[in-house]
Structure formats: structure tokens, C-alpha cells
């Protein structure tokens, strides 16, 4: 049983008068970083449950609701995509970043480049080099210690000239409250722009479920300086919260694409709001 359907329950368990009781639920909601607008919703419906169920039933039409507007398909361009990763240490990026070329290799039988641009982590552009070896495919990057700018420029320059269908840029982890690290990584996505000639296909986000309410300007201050087209969810399992996705979402609009979970590369999925909901309840 999940952490919020464990709590609803037990709520029942006491004889409390409707006042209490409806104290109660709403703690419990919000404990669950379900967020103001969804707990509001849920309580003016509670009035004629009668268990725990049917509250269960509530929060699950509510939630649903909100994350089917979220759901989007993957697109890739018929010319080389461009795909920028980007998230804040420890989220499990490059591992995603691995998880997503391995997905897009096998679904869509493309040939995938990896590019290390997380070049001032002594192991950054060591390990996505071992997925990209592990997968199969072809890698890129300058080295520990160059500038992630001009790994970007040049991985798109090399990926043109080897007729890749799909380049991944893995960035380094960074404090959304670093400016100059916030800087750095705009100045990564005008270098894409100068040799490719547009903009990346995808600004992908890796948000790390379990942060709470962190995420929320997490998510505001990437996307105000890169426009990001999209999420990959991390460490979403049956035992987090995950309602703090919910507010966050709110503030950008963008879809979710991929759920990850796991170390295995196969541990990557794309976002379906019933599944999601079912693991929160």
C-alpha cells in the first residue's frame, strides 16, 4: 500500500466528527505535496464519501485530470535531432542521458551520438563514455576540464559529418541558483544553435522525484533561461510522494516524456498519468 492511501485510511480508522476529519484529510494531502489547487478540489468532494476508498477514487480523478495535459508524444525531426539534457546534481542525469539513447536506438532503430559535455566532473565524460561503449554507439566530447560550449558546437559539427539521426548532449550537474553556471549552460545551447542553424529539438529537464518542493524552482529558473521542451521524471517508485510534481508543473506547462526507475539501461519509460497516479496511490 502507498504512502498516501496508507495515511487516508488510517484517518478512518478514528471516529472523528466531520470537522476534524476534514483537518485531518487536508494535513494529510498536503503532506503529500499534492499542492493547494488539487487538495481543494478533493475536500469539496469528501462531504458524501463514506470510506477510504472513495476518497482514494477522489484524489485519483483529480490527479488524472491534471497530468493527462502533460502527456505528450516524443517527436524526433527526420534530420539530425538535437537533444540537450539538463538538471541540477544528483538527479541521475547521466544515467538518463544513457537510459534515453539506448530507448531511442531500440524503438526508432536510429544511430545515436552521445556527447560529453559534463566536462568539469572528473568522471563526467568518463561515464556516459562507458554507456555510450556499453550501447554501442558513437561518442564525443574534448576531455575533462574543456569548454562544455565548445563541446557542444563541435559534437554537432561531428555528428553532421557521420550522418547521426540523434545527438545527446549530456551537461554538467549544476545549482539552478548558479548564475554563472545557469549562464554557462544558455551559452551551451547558442553554441548548438551556431552550428546546427536552429535551436535543439528537445531542452530535456531530469527532475529527481523524491526533491519535494525544491523542484519547483528548480524547474522555474531552467526553464527561464533555456525554454525547456520537456521532463524526464528519476527515482519515482511506489515509496515517493511525487505530489510536488503536480505545483511544479503548473508553473511551466510542459510535458513529461520519460519516467525512469532503477539502474538498469531498460529502466526508462514514457509517462503514462494512470501509471503515475497508481504508484502516488
Known amino acids: ?12 480508522s478514528d471516529d472523528k466528527v466531520k470537522h476534524e476529519f476534514n483537518n485531518e484529510l487536508e494535513r494529510v ?7 493547494s489547487d488539487v487538495v481543494k478540489k478533493v ?5 458524501k464519501t463514506k470510506n477510504a476508498e472513495d476518497v482514494k477514487q477522489l484524489v485519483e480523478n483529480e490527479l488524472m485530470t491534471e497530468l493527462l495535459s502533460y502527456k505528450k508524444g516524443f517527436i524526433l525531426d527526420d534530420v539530425l535531432t538535437v537533444i540537450l539534457v539538463v538538471g541540477v546534481n544528483g538527479v541521475g542525469k547521466t544515467t538518463s542521458t544513457a537510459k534515453l539513447a539506448n530507448y ?11 556527447s560529453g559535455a559534463d566536462t568539469f566532473r572528473a568522471a563526467g565524460v568518463d561515464q556516459l563514455e562507458f554507456w555510450a561503449n556499453k550501447l554501442g554507439i558513437s561518442f564525443f566530447s574534448k576531455g575533462h576540464g574543456a569548454d562544455p560550449s565548445a563541446v557542444a558546437y563541435e559534437s554537432v559539427l561531428k555528428a553532421k559529418s557521420d550522418a547521426v539521426d540523434v545527438l545527446i548532449i549530456d551537461t554538467g ?3 539552478h541558483t548558479q548564475d554563472g553556471l545557469m549562464s554557462e549552460v544558455s551559452k551551451m545551447q547558442r553554441a548548438i544553435k551556431k552550428s546546427l542553424g536552429t535551436d535543439p529539438k528537445h531542452v530535456l529537464m531530469i527532475l529527481d522525484s523524491t526533491q519535494g518542493q525544491n523542484i519547483k524552482n528548480q524547474l522555474e529558473l531552467f526553464n ?20 510536488a510534481l503536480f ?3 503548473r508553473l511551466i506547462r510542459k510535458p513529461i516524456f520519460f519516467v525512469c526507475n532503477g539502474e538498469q539501461l531498460e529502466n526508462i519509460s514514457e509517462f503514462e498519468p494512470s501509471s503515475f497516479v497508481r504508484k502516488i496511490l
Open 247 to 249: 505545483g511544479a508543473l
Open 104 to 114: 531511442i536506438k531500440n524503438k526508432y532503430n536510429k544511430k545515436v551520438m552521445l
Open 1 to 12: 500500500m502507498s504512502w498516501l492511501l496508507s495515511k487516508i485510511k488510517s484517518i478512518f
Open 43 to 47: 475536500l469539496s468532494s469528501v462531504s
Open 173 to 175: 550537474g549544476r545549482l
Open 224 to 243: 527561464e533561461a533555456l525554454n525547456i521542451s520537456g521532463l524526464i521524471i528519476t527515482k519515482f517508485d511506489a515509496t515517493a510522494k511525487g505530489g
Open 29 to 35: 494531502l498536503y503532506e503529500a505535496d499534492l499542492g
